[in-house]
């Protein structure tokens, strides 16, 4: 029995999927365990069914927040004397080029647990000098004493040799805590961006460690031996079943949550990599070859651009600090369904990027919350049914909203007139920041939003795309089923993945009577290279209780001219440098064909599938279908005035029904807007269809 899990700063969404079916359930998440929503999701949809063993497939947040709001562990570094200061260097970047007065975050470690080993390898990866064993034994002391409840070990050049870091980490695991080394978590060069990544592994490693063993106990975990590891579950004869937790990582595929534990700095944008993979998964489905993401929750909002497959990146930031495990290629803006409404110093409203949560909530959810939010204005403007939110289990509470919001006009907002000015503001500014969003992945990467569908989902995103659409000119809105769970479908539907990579830095050879014969050697030893890679990965795979033969390869180079500072990915191919110049051209606009190229890092992806179920096709419905799908009708804002507009169930829509807008589409996990200027199509595989017409 697998359930996908996906944890939001407002709700946690459980999927399970019956027979190609989807069924959910939304709890109000539990921000100081977050354990305790998913088991309380998880046993709504298990029931008390007898079940094969359970696998909870888990997008958690638990790493993006505790970066963010900077609650990890008491991290020690360990490096190569003289470098110890590296982590607060950093580089000249600076975000905003003429700002006299940048205050810099300070680094996770502290200046007294940043300790020097006297040790060195040369760029070569020649041992010039190996720690002393009494050294060592002083090291360890010294971060005993110290009280460091995690230690980052990352030394110069190790990459090119780990001799010197496996010795130091074997003598530092005797402390028992965590360790996380280098050249096991990121073996590439950028000595800095590389540090920076272990030490961001070894601030969170402890919390999430123990978060993940916790909810794994708690789950029933009891590991399968590997030669069962992927036979077909037997059912047991108990409702003791054992289970295992799988977490979802950045790149968009799941990994083992011992692994997650030991690296969890691979799972700091697990959320919305689960929307990502779905969004891409029915793009394919549906025939889509370009398509944006657009994932609209309590919390925060995160796009992606979608070209056949969603980019993937080996460069991000994440509270100003660098990133380089890959990760997929999502931009996220603090605009959510909880984010909270302000006035600023110069009057001017704005929304977000703080956020009531799910406690205390927006002021309808009636669990505290006292400040206006973007769900609040939604309902002030009709656009939300009180009687219908989570398919009716939970009424909004519209009277205390409108309360909330007018005693926030008269303190704060007096120049704003009524509440249904207050609550169209509050909506068209967060529509302005997603706006941006939407466009730094497109235009500002050289893209026509004209060219693509948007995919829409989350619980918020229906209420927002169809404006979101006609301002940017996008010609087709997609909504697929049960769009609040759409991420936690993603989670369920991804594929066991293992990214490995190492550098390389070597030129490739070109020119010269000889040039094609050195070519097809130089390529014979990068497939030696990616050999050996993928060996160690497959190893792995084995010791994690999987079947190596079943995983798929996926083999990459990243590329750049000889002298440059920034690469490219290109797949790995006998024809790469071609299309090293290519993708060149098509991301600054000129290629230099003669100029020698440089393979800087390999990287091999390895997947083990898992099933994907088949998406029901329906029989159009009968003429008048969408007619009878109409609950009731109410007023809702559109334009300058409240338009009388009607309540559609959606579970009542069935294939191929047709409305025009104005229209409200209800459902257990979101509400769809239709503007009068939009028309809705139900397609065979229940996905609402949104275009727009001229009036």
Known sequence: MRIGVDTGGTFTDCVILEDSRVRIVKVFSTRDNAAQAILTGVRQLAGERQEPPLEIVHGTTLGTNSLLERRGARAALVTTAGFEDLIEIGRQNRPRLYDLNVRREPPLVARPLRLGVEERTDAGGRILRRPSALALRRLRETLRRAGAESV????????????????????????GIPISVSHEILPEFREYERLSTVVINAFLAPRMGAYLT???????????????ANRKPRPLPNKAAPGRVYVMQSSGGITTAERAGRE??????????GGVVAAA????????????????GGTSTDVCLIEGQPRTTSETTLGGLPVAVPVLDVHSVGAGGGSIARVDAGGALRVGPESAGAEPGPICYSRGGTQPTVTDANLLLGRLDRDHFL?????????AAADGCADFLRRHARNIKTLSDLARGIVTVANANMERALRVISVERGHDPRDFTLICFGGAGGLHAADLARSLGIPQVIVPPSPGAFSALGILLSDLVKDVSRSLLQVVPNGGPCSHRQLAEFIRRLDQHFARLEHDAREELRREHFSPELARVERCLDVRYVGQAYELPVAFTPDFPKRFHDEHEKAYGYAHAGRPIEVVNLRARLTIPTPKPAAPERRPSAPGSAARAVVKKIPVWFGSRFHTTPLYDRERLGPGAHLRGPAVVVEYSSTTVVPPDFALNVDRFLNLVLTRYAP
């Open 152 to 175: 980052a070990l990352c030394f110069l050049f190790s990459f090119a040799n780990p001799q010197n870091e496996r010795a130091v980490a074997r003598e530092l695991r005797k402390l």
């Open 214 to 228: 916790s909810l794994q106990r708690q789950v029933g975990e009891r590991p399968a031996p590997a030669r069962e």
């Open 391 to 399: 398919g009716g289990s939970y009424r909004l509470d519209a009277q």
């Open 264 to 273: 969890p700095v691979r799972t700091i944008l697990s959320g919305p990599a």
């Open 281 to 296: 998964w029915l793009a394919r489905r549906l025939g889509f070859r370009r398509a944006i993401s657009f994932d609209m």
